[in-house]
């Protein structure tokens, strides 16, 4: 972290007071798992911007979805979509890719 920070005093399960107490950095674990939550509140927010609600029947049938590739593609195939995301992130204006 860096920049700004305020100090804070919370108090939390015994689960969670273990497991933060394996961490290194138990604040940049907080913040990073604090902004996926975030990033998560503002998708939901932006989709029902746009009309589109979520429900819990939805997200069984998105995660059985997920299962089912999880299931059906080898870790290989899951590699090379991985390298051709991270290239095409790589690309410059032009539409070039550019080396890894």
Excluded: C
Aim: glycine share 4%; charged share 30%.
């Amino acid at each position: 972290m860096t920049g700004a920070v305020r100090k804070l005093s919370i108090s939390v399960p015994p689960d969670v007071a273990e497991r933060l107490e394996r961490e290194p950095n138990a604040s940049a674990y907080l913040v990073h798992a604090a902004r996926v939550l975030m990033r998560r509140e503002a998708l939901e927010a932006e989709l029902a911007h746009q009309g589109i609600a979520l429900s819990e029947e939805g997200a069984a049938r998105a995660r059985a979805a997920r299962a089912a590739v999880d299931a059906a593609w080898p870790a290989d195939r899951y590699q090379a979509v991985r390298e051709r995301v991270r290239h095409a992130v790589d690309a410059d204006t032009t539409g070039r890719v550019t080396a890894a």
